[in-house]
């Protein structure tokens, strides 16, 4: 199936990743998805920790969502006018996020990050942005510039020029870029966790730090909180860290498994989106009935009481085994995580910043990616980006990944 799908879609993959180019070997086709795991379409079955690459944070496939995703199709997939669900959903989502007084909806975390700066720059006049090294926020132009994992051909310089990237973690070099470009950077746009350079939290005080540097500056804090959204909390990184952005991106888990962007923050901004503003952004398929009536369900259940205590209780467990695992062998890998978004790190020491991920080993982690294949276990096919438990693994799910990537971890070390 791999050189069939291949000579008719690039790399056989509509997203490079699932190529597997990165760990080697053929990509994995999968048939059903289920709670916390995934069945190939040779009969194996996976626990499952790519989560899609971040949307199941309930686990595949919750039956209260399929409901009420199949209720809506059934009354129609997509009107092109507004609706009830819409409503609903925008209500729901602006109680979760108290920095969001307005949102609107897209189909993709990409299509809500490139919407949030073009409206940064409209409302503020200013056409630079900055963006930190490592972070990814979509395949746009504006943001896949240079520095980070996945760059790209076809951004014209010109596009690049508006766009200024900082280490991440490392307020002084941001307080220096800001003062150099003072009265020109509409936006400063950030992963509030860096979600793809391995898991990397912001040191104590850093996103207080920037954001007390973009209201010094008159600069928009965008947090891109595509795959924390609803993930490292119901409210995402801003309610863990306390931090208020002024827009918020969000994707990935939003929907429920449907695909789904949403952009927001405070009125005064949102409002110059048209027809009110000057700024202009559509979509055929945006507030789509099902989608939006997948996103209601799931977040009237990551509401429910212990959803994120239960997630945080999976993912000490798994940490504590692998911990012990990694200290009895004396190997060189880290263990980062925030909440249920998690790294294992082939590098000698914490990776804090793009530069420390550049010394981790892909090699000994496509070992590890494939011996836990061959074993039933499916992490990211990337050496960097964030693994996602569920919380439909169960105690008994996380004891067996504890046993089997401990013998995965003994079998290369
Ligand atoms: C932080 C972040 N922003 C933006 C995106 C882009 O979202 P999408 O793949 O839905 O376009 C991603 C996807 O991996 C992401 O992790």
């Known amino acids: 199936m791999s050189e069939q799908i291949a000579s008719v879609i690039p790399g056989g993959v509509d997203s490079p990743f699932r190529s597997f180019h990165e760990v080697g070997g053929h990509t994995i086709f999968l048939e059903r998805a289920s709670g916390a795991y995934v069945f190939d379409v040779d009969g194996n079955k996976y626990i499952d920790y790519l989560g899609a690459w971040g949307p199941a944070v309930l686990g595949h496939s919750p039956p209260s969502v399929v409901a009420a995703a199949r209720k809506a199709l059934e009354s129609g997939a997509v009107f092109g006018t507004p609706h009830a669900l819409e409503l609903e959903m925008a209500e729901q989502l602006i109680a979760a996020y108290p920095s969001i007084e307005k949102v609107r909806f897209v189909n993709s975390g990409t299509e809500a990050v490139m919407s949030a700066v073009r409206l940064a720059r409209g409302c503020t006049g200013r056409d630079l942005i900055v963006s930190f090294e490592g972070c990814y926020h979509g395949h746009s132009d504006a943001v896949l510039v240079s520095r980070q994992h996945r760059a790209s051909s076809g951004v014209p310089q010109a596009v690049a020029e508006f766009t200024l990237q900082v280490p991440f973690n490392d307020l002084p070099a941001l307080e220096q870029c800001l003062a150099a470009n003072a009265g020109q950077v509409a936006a400063l746009l950030i992963e509030p966790v860096a979600g793809s350079m391995g898991v990397i939290p912001p040191e104590p005080g850093y996103l207080e730090g920037v954001r007390r540097l973009c209201s010094a500056h008159d600069t928009l804090l965008i947090f891109d909180e595509v795959l924390t959204g609803l993930r490292v909390a119901l409210g995402g990184a801003q309610a863990l860290y306390g931090v208020k952005p002024d827009l918020t991106c969000l994707g990935k888990a939003l929907g429920g498994g449907l695909p789904i962007g949403a952009y927001g923050g405070a009125a005064w901004i949102m409002d110059h989106l048209q027809p009110l503003g000057q700024v ?48 009895k062998l004396e190997l060189p890998v880290q263990l980062q995580r925030v909440g249920s978004m998690f790294a294992v790190l082939f590098a000698p020491g914490p990776v804090k910043n793009y530069r420390d991920s550049l010394v981790i080993d892909a090699g000994r982690f496509a070992e590890f990616f494939h011996q836990l294949l061959d074993r039933g276990i499916f992490l990211p096919p990337s050496a960097v980006d964030a693994a996602c438990l569920s919380a439909a693994h169960s105690p008994q799910d996380i004891e067996t990944s504890v046993r089997l990537m401990s013998e995965a971890l003994r079998s290369i070390a």
């Open 280 to 327: 202009y952004q559509a979509g055929t398929f945006s507030g789509n009935p099902v989608t939006m009536a997948s996103g209601v369900e799931t977040l009237k259940l990551l509401s429910e009481p212990g959803v994120y205590q239960t997630l945080e209780a999976r993912a000490q467990q798994l940490f504590q085994g692998l911990g012990e695992t990694i200290r």
